[in-house]
T-cell receptor, first 116, second 115 residues
């Protein structure tokens, strides 16, 4: 089966600009996650969707980050305006079950964002 | 709040050496434990997971991990590493019974296997 797709793979922008990332989960997967991985750290959850509803966005900096999952399939994550500390790899993951703690999450290749 | 510690940030081994990577978590409740691997240029892949039952779990590519509840540990082992095992290894945990499936990751261990 096809894996989680993300685009773009790389993005370089200047601070205060805006940027958007796209994710297409594995077909049929109801739960979608966005993680931020800063260099030297493990991934940190930004937001979790169950179908097109938000389950957890407690660590999403809502003053500049937004995410949506229209129709419960694809998702976009936006940063506006970007700061230097947003430089990171943004990972999308999906899981097939109800988003419970025993689900296996499948990760995409990530988008590497550099903010200058 | 739950946290995960991986004390070995960089490990260098020769081929055929045995591997053990440490992982400790902080929360004492029922947990689900995972090891993920990221090979150079590839995405995160699940190596193995523990939910309940036998504390010694076997995963792909000859990896295994042992859950020791009294030590809050879930160390990853492999009897003999290969050059292709060069990668970054992440331990992660979710809290059983939680409303979300938030994976809490450690900072990762970068393993370099020398031929």
């Amino acid at each position: 089966e096809a894996g989680v797709a993300q685009s773009p793979r790389y993005k370089i922008i200047e601070k205060r600009q805006s940027v958007a990332f796209w994710c297409n989960p594995i077909s049929g997967h109801a739960t979608l996650y966005w993680y931020q991985q800063i260099l030297g750290q493990g991934p940190k959850l930004l937001i979790q969707f169950q179908n097109n509803g938000v389950v957890d966005d407690s660590q999403l900096p809502k003053d500049r980050f937004s995410a949506e999952r229209l129709k419960g399939v694809d998702s976009t994550l936006k940063i506006q305006p970007a700061k230097l500390e947003d430089s990171a790899v943004y990972l999308c993951a999906s899981s097939s079950l109800a988003g419970g703690p025993t689900d296996t999450q499948y990760f995409g290749p990530g988008t590497r964002l550099t903010v200058l | 709040a739950q946290s995960v510690s991986q004390h070995n940030h960089h490990v260098i081994l020769s081929e055929a050496a045995s591997l053990e990577l440490g992982c400790n978590y902080s929360y004492g409740g029922t947990v689900n434990l995972f090891w993920y691997v990221q090979y150079p240029g590839q995405h995160l892949q699940l190596l193995l997971k523990y939910f309940s039952g036998d504390p010694l779990v076997k995963g792909i590519k000859g990896f295994e991990a042992e859950f020791i509840k009294s030590k809050f540990s879930f160390n990853l082992r492999k009897p003999s590493v290969q050059w292709s095992g060069t990668a970054e290894y992440f331990c992660a945990v979710t809290n059983y019974g939680g409303a979300t499936n938030k994976l809490i990751f450690g900072t990762g261990t970068l393993l370099a296997v020398q031929p």
